[in-house]
């Protein structure tokens, strides 16, 4: 088995897995990330409705309150240096009674004792002039909750992390921890891994990964959330996020609309526990329901608006008939020192990710010494956005570079060098998912109709591969399995 050593290891490669190992990678410290999937982003990162939350809706005092807070704070600022998709949208908490206001007005108190600003409650005429196709009597606007690309974000996020000298190392399951005087031995895939310091950053598997060193204080509850995704038409029907006034014990935040930063309308999430955790699956009677909610929202949708759907997972620590939230834990584990868990990061995960980090390198600065480096870069280059641009500066790069000019992905207007940047990306994207979420090629109405055999056709005849090599997904998700003429 390959040996690999690093000081600390770091346990997935989602949004809290990415950015500590940016985070850490400010230090004079040797890092490396081990994820199971082929690529960054490929769990709950990358299945949510892509809000950066104010904070407003954690009990006061906990955790979970205080990095959002902190995380919304900074994230306007990261997403520029990351040059990640960010717009500051706001968002509304519907009413739709006099006993929604009320409780709208206890939600905007919380809010502020959390420390969140730009809370107001509003009437129906603002309601109705910040968005028209609503229905209700007036709600709550937080001017500072925001849409971003959660892809692109912990991808940057990895990006900026190898840049700055952390390893990542892909398709490798963590299947076994050993603990010793000298620090962990780690069994991941093919590779047999040394550290001293342990992260266990693995999403909806943390419990599992916990329970590898002898740990069996959580469990984690799975509880799925379905969306659908709706057409380009957020412009014209809905430019900010729409939520109702969150009911306690539903264990999520209600059916909401949210506008993405792509420009399409996500209907969702549902809140279902259920008991495999890698039950990606979308129910009828769930489907049904989601869209009767968005109707009392937003009574113009129509069915033939629907382009697709997915579903994410949240790792509830709260059991089935508890429901509701509990707290993050995240802390060095007393007994088995150098282990530091990070248990139950459920929304608001993605906005808290980066305070997130913090917490865990000032953890790691416990067990060993941090030196910051005096050469690390802050900043990411982000990558071209053709469909973006004036169409002189489109001209220019044609002109420059003729693969500009031949688009791949007819529904989102995405170039062949725009794919071509996706495959040639510092990780190397080989599969489909990975260049979708680098590109944002497939993700329009046709789904891939058109682009998907364009990208085929540049893997085998222009990278080389095998169609039999090519995977939707990684291993196990191959697309091609012979010919047949
Ligand atoms: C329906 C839904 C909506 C949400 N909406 C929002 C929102 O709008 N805003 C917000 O801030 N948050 C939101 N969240 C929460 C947010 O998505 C999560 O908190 C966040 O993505 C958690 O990131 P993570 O890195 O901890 O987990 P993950 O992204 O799941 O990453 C964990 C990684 O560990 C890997 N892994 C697991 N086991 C192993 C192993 N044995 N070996 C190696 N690798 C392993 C997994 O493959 C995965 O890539 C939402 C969550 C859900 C489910």
Same mark, same amino acid.
């Given at each position: 088995m390959p040996a690999l050593d690093a000081d600390v290891i770091i346990i997935g490669a989602g949004a809290v897995g990415c950015a500590i190992a940016r985070e850490l990678s400010r230090y004079e410290a040797s890092i490396l990330v081990l994820e199971?999937?082929? @690529?960054?982003?490929?769990?709950t990162s990358g299945r949510n409705s892509a809000v950066v939350h104010a904070g407003f809706n954690n009990k006061h005092g906990s955790l979970m309150a205080k990095l959002c807070v902190e995380g919304n704070k900074g994230f306007e600022a990261l997403a520029e240096l990351l040059n990640v998709p960010y717009r500051k949208t706001g968002k509304i908490l519907v009413a739709f009674d006099e006993a929604d206001m009320q409780e709208l007005a206890r939600i905007k108190a919380r809010g502020e004792d959390n420390g969140c600003t730009g809370l107001r409650l509003i009437d129906g005429t603002e309601l109705h002039a910040l968005a028209p196709k609503l229905r209700g009597i007036g709600g709550m606007l937080s001017e500072n909750t925001a849409i971003f690309n959660p892809f692109e974000y912990c991808i940057a996020l990895a990006e900026n992390a190898l840049v700055n000298g952390a390893r990542f190392v892909f398709n490798?399951?963590?299947t076994a921890i050993r603990h010793d005087d000298t620090g962990f031995t780690v069994t991941a895939g093919e590779n047999l891994c040394r550290c001293k310091v342990l992260i266990n950053?693995?999403?909806?598997?943390c419990d599992k990964i916990s329970a590898m060193l002898g740990i069996n204080d959580y469990r984690i509850y799975p509880c799925r959330g379905e969306y659908f995704i709706l057409d380009k038409i957020a412009g014209s029907f809905l430019n900010i996020p729409a939520y109702p006034v969150p009911r306690p014990?539903?264990? &999520? /935040?209600?059916v909401h609309l949210t506008p993405t930063i792509e420009g399409n309308i996500i209907i969702g999430p549902s809140a279902e526990y259920i008991s495999?955790? @890698?039950?990606?699956a979308s129910t009828s009677e769930i489907m049904a329901k989601l869209f009767t909610e968005a109707l009392d929202l937003l009574?113009? /949708?129509?069915?033939?608006?629907?382009i697709g759907n997915y579903c994410g997972i949240r790792p509830k620590q709260a059991p089935p008939g508890e429901g509701g939230f509990r707290d993050f834990v995240i802390k060095n584990e007393p007994a088995v020192p150098g282990f530091i868990n990070l248990i139950g990061?459920?929304?608001p995960g993605l906005t808290a990710s980066v305070p997130i980090a913090r917490m865990a390198a000032g953890l790691v600065s416990e067990n060993m010494p941090l030196k910051p480096k005096n @050469?690390?870069?802050a900043r990411r280059r982000g990558r071209v956005?053709?469909?973006? /641009? $004036?169409q002189d500066e489109q001209q220019r790069l044609i002109a420059h570079n003729?693969?500009? &000019?031949?688009?791949?992905c007819r529904c989102q207007n995405i170039t062949k060098q725009e794919i071509r940047d996706a495959i040639e990306n510092p990780f190397g994207a080989r599969s489909i998912s990975s260049i979708k979420y680098r590109s944002?090629? $497939? $993700?329009?109405?046709c789904n891939g109709g058109y682009c998907m055999t364009r990208i085929v056709d540049m893997l085998v005849?222009?990278?080389? /591969?095998?169609?039999?090599?090519?995977t939707y997904r990684g291993? &196990?998700?191959?697309?091609f399995s012979g010919r047949v003429k």
């Open positions: 199971k999937e082929c @690529d960054a982003a490929y769990g490798s399951e963590v950053a693995a999403g909806l598997y014990g539903i264990g &999520g /935040l209600g495999e955790r @890698d039950d990606y009574p113009g /949708l129509e069915r033939r608006q629907i990061i459920e929304s @050469d690390f870069i956005k053709f469909s973006a /641009l $004036t003729p693969d500009y &000019g031949e688009i791949i944002w090629a $497939t $993700t329009g109405r005849n222009e990278y080389g /591969l095998k169609p039999e090599e090519i291993k &196990g998700s191959e697309m």
